[in-house]
């Protein structure tokens, strides 16, 4: 680790609530069954990620409705930024867009979604390696040139709401290298209408706990909202402080 790693004060202890009692352990098993047989199966990666959803009794609402773009169009792929909460984010995105996504190279080993992940064409990094960071930077504007978008978490790690950490300014640089338009969206999670920490999957928390803590969650939702595309014009700082306003202005801190 080094002294430029994105660290969250978020942990499951501290954080991690939920604002309503648990449904009932039947039903609970029966979602993580419902979830085994959508991972077990084949057909279009948004299909598969809105399905998901479905198994866990998660809702999900979507600005734009599913089925529309999150990128711009044209010749070059667009740079979706996005908040991160939880493992779920990865799956809103893609129910949306079953765009590129740059992440940590552990995702790619995680039981059940990895494989998700993986048949997503994911960009596995090192996020603790300042050295590979270049490389990355290249990937992803290689890839955005290419015509294809990329989903990325600007802030490096996950947190218990919307209110989080600082975007971090390296892949805005790939923006910029690529000529390639930037969504910025917004995701958070509620249980009857209220801000909720339930899906978070936040410091020394496994994948598996949380997993069984979301299936046992009662009325939970999560909101994907896409903001106005930001031209990429100016530096990487100017663009991640624009991208941080435009994301996380309106997101509703939690207070577990």
């Not at 709401?161 to 910029?176: D, E, L, P, T």
Request: aromatic share 6%; with cysteine; net charge neutral.
């Amino acid at each position: 680790m080094n002294v430029w790693t994105a660290t969250s004060p978020c942990s499951p202890s501290r954080c991690v609530t939920s604002e309503l009692p648990p449904v009932s352990t039947s039903e609970a098993i029966a979602r993580g069954a419902a979830l085994l047989k959508v991972l077990a199966s084949t057909g279009p990666l948004d299909v598969r990620a809105r399905r998901v959803f479905d198994a866990l009794g998660i809702g999900l609402d979507t600005d734009p409705a599913p089925r529309a773009a999150l990128s711009a169009g044209g010749d070059t792929g667009t740079l979706i930024v996005a908040n991160h909460i939880s493992w779920l984010d990865i799956l809103a995105v893609m129910a949306v867009e079953p765009a590129t996504f740059l992440a940590k190279r552990e995702v790619g080993n995680w039981p059940l979604l990895g494989g998700l992940a993986t048949k997503a064409g994911t960009l596995f990094v090192d996020r603790w390696s300042l050295r590979a960071l270049p490389d990355s930077v290249a990937v992803v504007a290689d890839t955005l040139r290419q015509g294809t978008s990329v989903a990325v978490f600007p802030e490096a790690t996950t947190w218990c709401s919307g209110k989080g950490g600082v975007f971090r300014r390296a892949m805005f640089q790939a923006a910029i290298d690529a000529n390639a338009p930037i969504r910025p969206v917004t995701l958070s999670y509620t249980q009857e209408d209220k801000p909720s920490t339930v899906a978070a999957f936040v410091g020394d928390d496994t994948l598996a706990r949380s997993i069984a803590r979301v299936s046992k969650a009662r009325d939970l939702r999560a909101r994907l909202t896409a903001r106005p595309l930001i031209e990429p014009t100016g530096d990487r700082r100017e663009l991640a402080a624009l991208a941080q306003h435009a994301v996380l202005a309106d997101a509703e801190p939690v207070h577990a």
